[in-house]
């Protein structure tokens, strides 16, 4: 039996949902033509991921560094998933337990990009000890998870993504925002204009209404003819007019999604593997829900590895990587791998060297990696420091790598391929101009 509590969170979700609605009706001709159909789809891995040894350097020379860096935190150079860059001209390992990802690079379908991380602008290390500016809270996980999702140094502001939705409204004339979230409630989503909808994997998308019994019956329809009911106070009115729409709507988008014919493509049965495929469900319906453009945000825990990385890493590529395959099997399925970028980002690296429980600690640039037909990959983006503890590419004593690569320009890049304009690039990206080479090429 439903409780007034259950029934007033219901209404309240769905006065929410309402607010990103717009009426099925209202799809134009033009959304199912303008420019075609992209999305892009963020996997963030949150605690910090340990990049160093989810791509590292097997040329002998920079291996050498790597081991004498990593110390107990190194993987056997012929234990790593080998791959070429660069015309051949260097070699890189792949962790053992990305296997699935490593295939997609020698199809040329991933692409990697090294030592990227937030920057105010380019840095040296003697220019931060003569003051430069640098991110605000530069190790702390909840102010660099706001400005990888922000792309703003000093913390704030809106999402990027919903910054660049908000430049892309046009393309979209259906009944979703562009942003949907299958992994709780994100910042990298909501622009000024535009909202990230939150959607649980496994659900239906929108809301089921109040069931069928007929006491729920009831209270739906004295719901309606509350919201109907002319108050006389505008404000109150337009509320009214959102929960009603949103109650309407909610039954048009499970309409939608219900006339998309089910994926044969099999996901794994992990938190990931059902959020992905909760995403791809959503992109079966996009000729229904009359969308062009969608910003998808998944994640996982778990990275925040201070003790014992090698185990806990290997346990969390086990997850990763047949997730992220699968979803790319996915898009195949569809017909839509030319038209889906799935990128990764996470809040910071981890010191190079080990702590005393095998585990590194937070620091700064990292690796990250970008999936998708539209991939120029089986290449590497962006350089790796000098692997010298201490050395003029660590900001510290441990190997907290200052970035040579920003996250703007590899937001950008993903961004350009979006539909934003290269003009319009500052625009989501205010920092963009203070680095010579706005995007990376990736795509």
Sequence with gaps: MKTRRDFLRKISSLAAAGAGFTRLGSISANAQTAGGYRALVCVFLFGGNDGGNMVAPLDPARYAQYTRGRGPLAIPANQFGAVTARGGAESYGIHPSLEPLRQLYLQKRMAITLNVGTLVRPVTKTDIRNGAPVPSNLYSHSDQTQQWQTSN?????????????????????????????????????????????????????????????????????????????????????????????????????????????????????????????????????????????????????????????????????????????????????????????????????????????????????????VIGGAVKGGEVYGNLPILDLNGPDDAGSRGLWIPSTALDQYAATLAQWFGVQPIDLPVVFPNLPNFSSPTLGFL
């Excluded at 090698?310 to 990763?320: E, G, H, I, K, V």
């Design 153 to 369: 140094p000093q913390g704030g502001g809106l999402g990027w993504g919903g910054r660049a939705a908000d430049l892309l409204l046009s393309y979209n004339t259906g009944i979703l925002p562009p942003g949907i979230s299958v992994n709780g409630n994100s910042l990298l989503l909501t622009g000024a204009q535009t909202r990230g909808l939150n959607v649980s994997p496994g659900s239906r998308l929108g809301l089921n209404g109040f069931g069928s019994d007929t006491g729920n019956a009831a209270r739906e329809a004295a719901i309606q003819q509350i919201l109907t009911f002319d108050s006389g106070v505008t404000m109150i009115s337009q509320a009214s007019g959102v929960l009603s729409n949103a109650i309407t709507a909610a039954v048009e988008v499970n309409n939608a999604l219900n006339s998309a014919a089910p994926l044969t493509t099999v996901f794994p049965q992990t938190g990931l593997g059902q959020q992905l495929a909760q995403v791809a469900q959503i992109m079966a319906a996009r000729n229904n829900l009359g969308v062009n453009r969608q910003i998808f945000f998944a994640g996982m825990g778990g990275f925040d590895n201070h003790s014992d990385l090698l185990p806990s890493q290997t346990n969390l590529f086990n997850t990763l990587g047949p997730a992220i395959a699968a979803f790319y099997n996915a898009t195949t399925e569809l017909g839509i791998t030319d038209q889906v970028t799935t990128f990764t980002e996470s809040e910071f690296g981890r010191t190079y060297n080990s702590n005393t429980g095998n585990g590194s600690d937070h620091a700064w640039g990292s690796q990250q990696m």
